[in-house]
């Protein structure tokens, strides 16, 4: 069980990162990418230092560079935001898979450790799933609920959404919309990494190449599954999560199911989400930011 | 003169790309009242009031507030300066709350929601403003979204506040509504700019008007008691030189036999409001039908529904008796209905496909065997269009993005006739073209009602369709509320009918 609160928060950290660029109007297809450049920054600093918290940090700093790629040329010069997200994702493999040629099959290096909450571990079952979690599950629960107060409750957050919904509006309202859209985007980069720092150090207990394994693609499906809101995401991140984690244990249950059918369904529900979506938007407006995908340019006649 | 106007703008000239929208234009708006700016359209009001709301700098001239010369970079210096504009399509994010929307660009660190939707609500209740903070603009009606345009303006404390023709998208009930909160607010000390060319509007909530020609002021600050139609159509068109010449047809339309018949039609638009409402016309073979009315009166929905393009939620299209019902474009075409819709970049023409490509897009499916095209017969149609329509071009394969306005609209109207259609649908077929442009369309469009082809026209631009109908329909509100015989009719009476003072569907 508590396999599942891991998986989830990983795909939590990464998605909740997309979910921020993707209010601010940007589709970052380069999830993947990211997160495998922070999963290899995480185990290189995490061996380099013997410290969790650097691997952390420069994991974020490894992701929030890469984004810093899309958000110059998909924001600053505009270019197609789905070729160059595409391109990202293809890079951050690529690179990670070079730069983590020598770590590949090192053992494992420090992880996050369990947050220590005296007795309210030892309740029964809950105790186990819900309060022995690492410190940075913790860190992943308060960055969905600050992410949302920012979001609904701050001028900042007001600024990216209208940057979101109309780039024009927002404009003439004085915000700007190429400093909101790069910040936004590098701000998802860094989560990315801090995903993918969660993988290498906590869940893979290792490097390989492609041990992200489509699960950044996951956390993208994830923030359509959401409904862009950080809170429905984090239920999504559980039970895709979950999907995950049930996944390499079917066979030794005895369930004569493929697992590759189990790995399609977050992919299949996000499908039958995306499909309800567009019934509901015969009646109200979609639940996705308006101006997603377009960029902006002021226009004078 | 105690104290220095609110306004002054002198001596404004902005020139684009081939157009002088401003020549030399001037404003004076005394504190505290409301300015009524009129003009024809393209006579240069939107370019002047953008100059004064920031959005254009001009190429001369001063722009003073309250005696003070500002040079403005953008709308938010303008804004700075208390001067906000109300655009006419609303800049209101649909999704967010009013308050929200009011708040936005102005709103504390951290928002207490409970907080700015109170105080919204107080200022709306300061100016008689009815609206929900808490609502979200996707709900509202037009007239409440203009509403919490005008909420924006006041909660950045704009003393000059820009109205491009506001009652524009509005009923009746909802202008009266504007008017009244127009008056509160002057009451407070602020100065109004109401741009419009309803002349009941500004006799009613007006008290002084300016009226533009041409790009420049051909009267400043009338009182709007000294204002009457005569002197308001004369000081708007110039003097009669403008005069409509019928364009005389040899072979008189015959309305007994219709080709196009429209019966009962509604149109809903997303947000369930009847843009189209239950209209019905019939033209016949020959005859030019026009449609006037002010933009956004539902002509547009009414074009795309009869030619396949909207859905309409009730009435039946039927050409030459035949019911074309849910049929689509292809269906529509092959039965001899064309269409040269108002947006010609985009829905007539796709920009990047090269000229053969374009002209093909009605027959191609007749061109070759199969699922091959065959590219030699589609150059050969296609010289025959550039040819018979006099399209000059940059070659047969070059994009037609290159292509003049005029010529654009020469290749589309051919492409449309090509097909030798019963019934055309033409959709502002002149807009913003130059002068012999527009010649060359209306020779085309009278040359084939000449040969038996009922032609829908609608336009903007009155002086075409009186030369050019047989018949003119005014369209308001979604309704045909007048019908004229176009040999008759004058200026007035379908201006009057477009504005709203008359009602009646006078016997053609």
Known sequence: MNEVTLVGLMLYLAALGELIAEKAGVLNLGVEGMMAVGGVAAFWSGTEFGNPLIGLLIAGIAGGLLALVHGLVAVVMGADQVVSGLALTILGLGMSAFLGQDYVSLPAVPQFGALPLGPLKDLRIVGPIVFNQSWLAWVAVGLGISTWFVLERTRVGLGLRAVGESAATADAAGQSVVVTRVAAVVAGGVLAGFGGAYLTLNLAKGWTEGVTAGRGWIAVALVIFGAWRPGRTAVGALLFGGLLALEPRLQTFGVEISPILISMLPYVITIGVLTAFSIQARHRPSAAPAAIGRAYRREER | ?508
């Open chain 2, 1 to 508: 003169m105690s104290s220095p106007p609110a306004v002054e703008l002198t001596n404004i000239w902005k020139r684009f790309p081939g157009v002088i929208a401003n020549a030399g234009a001037e404003l004076r708006v005394q504190p505290g009242t409301v300015h009524a700016v009129l003009g024809e359209n393209g006579a240069g009001k939107t370019t002047l009031m953008n100059v004064l709301a920031g959005v254009y700098r001009p190429d001369e001239g001063t722009v003073l507030l309250d005696g003070v010369e500002h040079v403005f970079g953008s709308p938010a210096d303008a804004l700075d300066a208390g001067v906000a504009m109300v655009h006419q399509e609303f800049r209101l994010i649909p999704t967010f709350t009013v308050a929200e929307n009011v708040a936005l660009g102005s709103a504390p660190p951290v928002l207490r929601r409970r907080e700015i939707e109170e105080q919204v609500a107080d200022l709306a209740k300061r100016f008689g403003l009815q609206t929900d903070p808490r609502r979200e603009v996707w709900h509202l009606s037009m007239g409440e979204r203009q509403r919490v345009e005008i909420l924006k303006a006041l909660w950045r404390d704009a003393t000059i506040l820009i109205l491009d023709e506001p009652t524009a998208v509005l009923t009746p009930a909802e202008a009266n509504e504007l008017g009244r909160i127009v008056a509160a607010m002057a009451a407070d000390g602020r100065s109004i700019i109401f741009i419009s060319h309803k002349l009941d509007e500004v006799t009613r909530f007006c008290d002084e008007a300016t009226v533009l020609r041409g790009g420049a002021t051909v009267a400043a600050s009338l009182p709007v008691s000294s204002l009457d139609a005569p002197t308001l159509a004369e000081l708007m068109v110039g003097e009669s030189t403008l005069v409509s010449q019928r364009r005389v047809r040899n072979n008189p339309a015959d309305p007994d036999q219709p080709v196009l018949s429209v019966r009962h039609m509604t149109v809903h638009d997303i947000h369930g409001i009847a843009t189209v409402d239950d209209v019905s016309l019939e033209i016949g073979s020959g005859e030019i039908v026009g449609i006037a009315g002010v933009a956004g009166n539902g002509q547009r929905p009414l074009a795309d529904a009869i030619a396949g393009l909207a859905t309409p939620t009730q009435g039946s299209v039927r050409l030459e008796g035949d019911e074309l019902g849910g049929a689509g474009p292809n269906v529509r075409t092959d039965a001899g209905l064309s269409y040269v819709p108002e947006d010609r970049i985009g829905v007539g023409l796709a920009p990047r496909l090269s000229v053969t490509e374009n002209a093909m897009m009605r027959t191609y499916r007749t061109m070759g065997a199969g699922p091959m095209v065959d590219f030699g017969d589609a150059r050969r149609h296609c010289e025959q269009l550039i040819d018979e329509f006099n399209v000059k071009t940059g070659g047969l394969d070059a994009p037609i993005a290159g292509l003049s306005g005029g010529n654009l609209q020469r290749l589309l109207v051919g492409r449309e006739l090509a097909t030798s259609p019963k019934a055309l649908v033409a959709a502002q077929p002149t807009r913003g073209l130059d002068v012999q442009g527009v010649a060359a369309i209306q020779e085309v469009l009278v040359a084939q009602a000449e040969a038996g082809l009922g032609i829908l026209l609608i336009s903007e631009d009155l002086e075409e369709l009186l030369a050019l109908s047989d018949r003119i329909l005014v369209m308001r509100e979604g309704r045909i509320v007048a019908e004229f015989d176009a040999e008759t009719a004058t200026r007035a009476m379908v201006g009057e009918a477009m504005a709203g003072s008359a009602s009646k569907r006078e016997p053609a």
